[in-house]
């Protein structure tokens, strides 16, 4: 099956910081997720984005599916920010798989 | 106010003591899935359902059952919970572009 990986396993930034976050994926796929997960464990949706470039807020993402890969960025850290950030995408045949997640820590 | 319920939320149980997990939701979705989540690991799908009466085994289907008699309750079923089941379990629904989840049911099996 296909193989996610994200990185860096582990962030660590200042309140104000720019992070970027990877995920690659090692075959085409039919869509690709962001999630957050925050520290209370609750699972929210970022960003639907296949392809291209999307924005929300401090937020955006990029992905590149002739090169399998997807990129997140988070401008001006917020403490609010903090959590596990997920990327999932579809094989095609509905089955989700889910990267193992960066863990992002902004310090105050 | 549109949601995934997950009950119950927190669970400790016994090997071999049948448990199930309901999960509902009201937006009428077609597509509803289970996950487990284990540290290191991510989350990983252990069952999926395309509509009524229709599920397909995601990545980690042993020791687990579904049913989908109804759109909008998904339940996970463990006939003999052991305890590498142990683990944060979670519910979502979605229609086409975006994944809402349940918050969580957390299971340790003793």
């Known amino acids: 099956g296909i193989q996610v990986e994200q990185s860096p396993p582990d962030l660590i930034l200042q309140e104000g910081a720019n992070s970027t976050l990877r995920c690659n994926f090692s075959?085409?796929?039919?869509?690709l997720q962001w999630f957050h997960q925050n520290p209370w464990g609750q699972l929210i949706n970022l960003f639907y984005i296949p392809s291209g470039t999307k924005q929300n807020g401090r937020l955006s993402a990029t992905t590149v599916a002739t090169e399998r890969y997807s990129l997140l960025y988070i401008s001006s850290s917020q403490t609010t920010d903090s959590g596990v950030y997920f990327c999932a995408v579809d094989e095609g045949d509905d089955k989700i798989i889910f990267g193992k997640g960066t863990r992002l820590h902004i310090l105050p | 106010e549109a949601q995934v319920t997950q009950n119950p939320r927190y669970l400790i149980t016994v090997t071999g003591k049948k448990l199930t997990v309901t999960c509902s939701q009201n937006?009428?979705?077609?597509?509803m899935s289970w996950y487990r989540q284990d540290p290191g690991l991510g989350l990983r799908q252990i069952y999926y359902s395309m509509n009524v009466e229709v599920t397909d085994k995601g990545d980690v289907p042993e020791g687990y059952k579904v049913s989908r008699k109804e759109k909008r309750n998904f339940p996970l079923i463990l006939e003999s919970p052991s305890p590498n089941q142990t683990s944060l379990y979670f519910c979502?629904?979605?229609?086409?572009?975006?994944?809402?989840f349940g918050p969580g049911t957390r299971l340790l099996v003793l």
């Open positions: 937006m009428n979705h077609e597509y």
């Open positions: 075959d085409s796929v039919n869509n």
């Open positions: 979502a629904s979605s229609h086409q572009e975006t994944q809402y």
